[in-house]
């Protein structure tokens, strides 16, 4: 109930109104005035007035115990799948799938969080320990952009026919942790392809490891995030083999 409500109640009542047309004038059911009067009239003189009403309430809300949903047990519980590796999501995730209270992944996060403002080392459970990393595509980021690339679209449109051998295809497939990578050239026109392992993806390196696998073919290399130009040579080449082509 507002105050509003508290000064029409006190207004009614001066005029000698009943309980149930106060109740109806205000759209609210009878027991509410009724209980609103029990509560919150004066003890020593049984009169009604809005301010000490209000006052009243809010004194109430104040000392009223708060539900406290993050309890030791779910705190425990989170600590303990944290210490599982389990990412706030699948925490949350999971506990709602079995059934267990629990609290929300951003709760969780909070917590967390507050921990380590707190001296506390919680936030070393999450895999990526707090750390912001850039997003793929934004303009301002130069992350997996190789110096001086020459975008795939300026390639001359006779190689797209697929026609003129010579025009050759290299790409990287990064191994595992960044650590050493599988080089692959495709000559376009005849489907030939030669892969071979190279032991680092720097610009310095690929290029003077796979120039002997280009068989001094001039090639046109297709640019992307992950790919390097130019003749390359593999240090460890496999024999030549020709890849299934489509009809």
Known sequence: MTLEQRYQIFDLLSTGQKQYKIADQ???HKSTVSRELARNSDRRSGAYRPELAQRKRDERQKSKPKKKRFTVGIEAYVKGKLEMDFSPE???REAKQ?????V?????YQYVWTDKKQGGRLYRLLRIRGKKYAKWGNLKGKRGQIKDRVDIDQRPRIVEQEQRVGD???????????KGALLTINDRATGMLK????ESKEE????SQGSRAASRLES????GDNRQCGAVRVERSLPTTRKSRKN
């Open 204 to 207: 310095a390196v690929v290029p």
């Open 195 to 198: 892969m071979g392992y190279v």
């Open 220 to 223: 046109t290399s297709a640019h």
């Open 168 to 178: 050759m295809e290299m790409d990287l497939v990064i191994g595992k942790n960044h």
């Open 98 to 102: 079995l059934g267990v209270e629990c």
């Open 104 to 108: 929300c992944a951003e709760r969780i």
């Open 26 to 28: 205000l759209g609210i």
């Open 90 to 92: 699948q925490i949350a």
